[in-house]
């Protein structure tokens, strides 16, 4: 094994540069990459000229390092999948007959590395944690990089727990005791207001996906540290744990998409989390493949010219790993 270690912000992420797919089959270095994950704030990326050829069945393998890889059938986005893997396709190529065979969303290019920060004004970039409408949101993802753009698309990754670390400790005592009301049908209606054609829930699916309430203080199950958590599209409101939205409140976040003023107790804290102390800006080589923790980090998208140029990722979604558990109690 010859590759070298490079920490990307302080101690915040960690890349292994010169992976080879030898490597990441090996149990010791699996092993290895496992602890500095946690150690280095639930991002961690390998690179490596071997890496461009990576299988589907090698990045499943590698992916459930982390974590169990969710194999659920996502029917709607069957046809952007790897067949046989669960694989997502995100990107914009096409096959012959012009059919996208990825699943892609426009999103602003990055002007300058002001960009990266939170802009409370145009609300870009679009900082969150992957699904915490979910009953048990996904714990992380793993990202490979298929083709890349020469410019662009880079992947922008907050450290929500140096973040919550560096706070005064007035700010944390009143996050603490807070939690996060995430709702389906609030994150579906709210992209339904700019983007008419996306579909809403019926009322019958709303009432099968209730609101989930996350803490907007999560206490990260393997490390023990505490981060920022729960700021998502579907975020609607924010309450003190087991306080109760009224039916009024809930009709407005879910049936107008219209966020209640409190979710700005956390949306304020963006700009600060986001600032340069406390964030990697990914830039993508093919072969890469990456894997953050949804439990101490935020991420955000960024566009490329997709006239110009074509991008591939494979994306796998990583559920709660029993050997986490393990960690805990070893
Ligand atoms: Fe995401």
């Known amino acids: 094994?010859?590759?070298?270690?490079?920490?990307?912000?302080?101690?915040?992420?960690?890349?292994?540069?010169?992976?080879?797919r030898c490597d990441l089959e090996n149990r010791e270095f699996q092993t290895h990459a496992y602890d500095l994950w946690t150690n280095h704030g639930g991002l961690l990326a390998v690179r490596g000229d071997d890496l461009a050829d990576l299988r589907p069945e090698e990045l499943?393998?590698?992916?459930?390092?982390?974590?169990?890889v969710?194999?659920?059938?996502?029917?709607?986005?069957?046809?952007?999948?790897?067949?046989?893997?669960?694989?997502?396709?995100?990107?914009?190529?096409?096959?012959?007959?012009?059919?996208?065979l990825a699943q892609f969303a426009k999103v602003?290019?990055?002007?300058?590395d002001?960009?990266?920060?939170?802009n409370p004004e145009t609300r870009r970039p679009v900082?969150?944690?992957?699904?915490?409408?979910?009953?048990?949101?996904?714990?992380?993802?793993?990202?490979?990089?298929?083709?890349?753009?020469?410019e662009g698309a880079e992947t922008l990754f907050a450290d929500t727990r140096g973040a919550f670390a560096g706070l005064d400790e007035a700010t944390k005592s009143t996050l603490e005791p807070l939690e996060a009301v995430c709702s389906l049908a609030h994150h579906d209606k709210k992209i339904n207001r700019y983007s008419p054609d996306y579909p809403v829930l019926s009322p019958e699916q709303r009432a099968a996906n209730p609101p989930n309430r996350v803490p907007v203080v999560l206490t990260h199950p393997v490390s023990g540290e505490l981060a920022l958590y729960g700021l998502n599209s579907s975020?609607?409101?924010?309450l003190a744990k087991g306080q109760a939205l009224s039916d009024e409140q809930m009709d407005i976040c879910d049936l107008e998409g219209i966020e209640d003023k409190s979710v700005l107790i956390i949306r304020d804290l963006l700009p600060y989390v986001t600032g340069p102390e406390f964030t990697v800006k990914w830039r993508w080589k093919v072969g890469d493949v990456v894997a953050w923790d949804n439990r101490c980090t935020?991420?955000?998208?960024?566009?490329?010219?997709?006239?110009?140029?074509?991008?591939?990722?494979?994306?796998?979604?990583?559920l709660n790993k029993a050997r986490a558990v393990d960690h805990v109690l070893s």
């Open 298 to 318: 935020i991420h955000a998208a960024t566009g490329f010219d997709d006239q110009q140029y074509s991008r591939e990722m494979w994306r796998l979604t990583l």
């Open 108 to 112: 602003p290019q990055l002007q300058s």
């Open 1 to 20: 094994m010859k590759y070298t270690t490079k920490t990307l912000n302080g101690n915040f992420g960690i890349l292994l540069d010169g992976v080879t």
């Open 60 to 68: 499943v393998a590698w992916s459930s390092v982390f974590g169990d």
């Open 127 to 150: 900082w969150h944690t992957d699904s915490t409408f979910r009953r048990n949101p996904p714990i992380g993802s793993v990202f490979h990089c298929k083709l890349a753009p020469p």
């Open 235 to 238: 975020t609607c409101a924010v």
């Open 114 to 118: 002001d960009d990266v920060r939170y």
């Open 70 to 100: 969710e194999n659920t059938k996502m029917a709607a986005r069957e046809s952007k999948m790897i067949p046989g893997f669960p694989i997502l396709r995100i990107g914009n190529i096409k096959d012959g007959a012009g059919n996208r």
